[in-house]
């Protein structure tokens, strides 16, 4: 019989310590064709991920996988994350959290979505995968001016 991995165990554990300390936790993946992510949120084949109670529906976190549907840009989505590609769980708040070791995950090229031309849906547009790098920044700009008292972006100190 193979040995379970920790890594699912040190998951829950830290997000459990989040939400008692009343801190945000994200998780840091690792994008490849196994996960199911927004892709145009997708940098340097990484996305970081909110996974608090109040941001996520139906979260599970169990040996296999991370699971729950989030909104973003207001429609929900499907996410799904193996173990094996989570980099890292932390507390927005402070830092504080875990980095895990890198383990080989199957680099299979990102699946190349089948986009078509289409008519926007609640201000959404069809882009191409060129073009969604050019639109996420722009989206991103006008978050910024909409929201001037956003808190800065998550960041991991490793303390050794």
Do not use: H
């Not at 970081?48 to 529906?57: D, G």
């Not at 289409?118 to 929201?147: C, F, M, T, W």
């Not at 956003?150 to 050794?160: F, M, Q, R």
């Amino acid at each position: 019989m193979s040995e379970i991995s920790t890594k699912p165990y040190l998951l829950r554990a830290i997000y459990e310590w989040c939400t008692d300390n009343g801190f945000t936790p994200y998780i840091s993946v690792k994008v490849n064709a196994a996960v199911q992510v927004p892709m145009e949120f997708v940098r340097k084949g990484e996305i970081v991920l909110n996974i608090a109670f109040t941001a996520t529906s139906g979260l599970t976190m169990d040996n296999d996988a991370v699971k729950f549907k989030a909104r973003f840009g207001g429609v929900s989505r499907e996410i799904y994350v193996p173990v094996a590609n989570v980099q890292a769980i932390f507390a927005s708040e402070n830092g504080q959290g875990m980095v895990f070791d890198q383990v080989e995950v199957d680099d299979e090229p990102l699946p190349q979505p089948n986009i078509e031309p289409a008519k926007p849906a609640l201000g959404l547009a069809s882009v191409s995968i060129r073009e969604a790098d050019a639109l996420a920044d722009a989206e991103k700009n006008q978050l910024q001016e909409k929201n001037q008292k956003k808190s800065e972006k998550p960041s991991l100190k490793i303390i050794k």
